[in-house]
Every structure is written in C-alpha cells, then in structure tokens.
C-alpha cells in the first residue's frame, strides 16, 4: 500500500456540468476526510467518515456536493452544477481511528478547473 | 480549537537549522500542537505533534514553552526539499472513538530554504 490515491489528478469541465472524484484510503484506516484548497490558503475541512458513516459535514458542502463510502473503503465527492467557484483543489486524506498513531495522510488532490 | 499566529514566510540556508515558531496563547488544556508541511502540488504531510514536552522524531524537533502558548518546529539541517508551507494547528487529540480529526489549517509559514 503506497498511500492514500486520488483520481483523477486533475480535471478540467464546463460549468453546469457534474463532476467525480475518487479517493482510495490506506487500507487499514477507518476515517476518512475530504478537504478543499483554494490558491493561497490551507485546505479547509469538508467532510469525514468513520468506516461508511458521514459523520460531519462543513457548512461549506452546498447542497450540490455529495460525499459516499459505501462500504467503508474507498468514497467518491460528487459535485454537481459545477460554478467557477468550485475551481479547486480536492484533498482526500484517511487515519486510524485505534491506538497511538491517528494522524491523518492526504492524498496529492484532484485539481478541479471549472471553466 | 484554539486559533493559531504564524509569520507569513520565513528563509533559511541549506545545511543550517530552520526554526519556525507558531503563537497560540488560547490553547486550552486537553489541546495538542501538531505540525503538518504542503510541499507545492502536493497533500499535507504530517511532522510531528505534542501536548507539553519537547518532541523529536526523524523528521524534526518541536519545543513547546512552559505555558504552552507557543511552540517552535526545528528542521536541524535543512535541505532544498524542505521548502514547503508549514502549518501550525491545534487540536484535541483525536484517540480511539473520539470525536473526529477535522485539522482547522491556517495559511502557514512559507519556508524557501536558499542553496
């Protein structure tokens, strides 16, 4: 296992048009985590799971964005009627939730470019 | 969780020690200080966190004060690869079954270490 995966790396639609991503945690852990980077800030908290559970959700995911972990392994973000807005970077990162180590590892992002 | 103040950009010469201090004077008690570094295009990675003592790992140093109102990374030797933004945050610890690992980021420090 190397590591938490995104895909894709980067995605480049039209506004008004649905969008995809998907993460793959490392395989041990049962949270995961979805975050959003705009240019010149940190990533800010969009969403977490334990195991399939959404157990928090930001004021920041609209009733566009959608978040699944259906069997408490991989999750999809679905954002739907892209706004230029939404032009961002999509971190995914996972931890576990058990013994000393719970740090969280991100992914290297989905780059989303809505034009 | 308690907010935190870091300097906006620090430099550092290759080779020498980088120390990169972060304010958070409304720390409360159960609050760990965690480190994580965003080289450019790529997810957080985590350094190192602490409650009150002094920490080391492989990576880096972190000195907290007496009162726990800052705290200080030391990278011993640093390297071009180090350049990256660094960012302080505090958090209660997020141990087994506990509450969630949502990390509030601020913008950090950028670190340009110079050849």
């Known amino acids: 296992d190397t590591g938490v995966s995104q895909n894709p790396r980067h995605k480049i639609t039209k506004r008004g048009q649905n969008v995809t991503f998907r993460c793959d945690p490392i395989s041990e852990h049962n949270r995961l985590y979805w975050y959003r980077q705009t240019l010149g800030q940190g990533p800010e908290f969009l969403t977490y799971f334990q195991n399939e559970a959404q157990l928090e959700k930001s004021r920041l995911l609209s009733d566009r964005f959608s978040a699944e972990r259906p069997k408490g392994s991989f999750s999809t973000l679905e954002i739907q009627r892209t706004e230029q807005g939404d032009s961002a970077m999509y971190l995914c990162a996972s931890s576990f939730s058990g013994g000393r180590n719970t740090e969280a590892f991100f992914g290297q992002g989905t780059r989303l470019t809505v034009v | 969780d308690a907010k935190t103040t870091q300097p906006t950009s620090m430099d550092c010469a290759e080779g020498r020690a980088a120390n990169l201090p972060c304010n958070h004077s409304t720390i409360s008690g159960n ?55 660094y960012y302080c945050i505090v958090r209660v610890y997020a141990y087994s079954g506990a509450g969630s690992y949502q990390l509030t980021f601020g913008k950090g420090t950028k670190l340009s270490v110079i050849p």
Not at chain 2, 38 to 60: D, F, V
């Open chain 2, 31 to 85: 609050e760990y200080v965690y480190w994580y570094r965003q080289i450019h295009s790529q997810g957080p990675q985590y350094i190192i966190h602490g409650l009150k003592n002094n920490e080391t790992n492989e990576m880096a140093s972190l000195i907290i004060t007496e009162d726990r109102k800052s705290s200080t990374l030391i990278l011993p030797h640093a390297t071009l690869r180090d350049t990256a933004v």
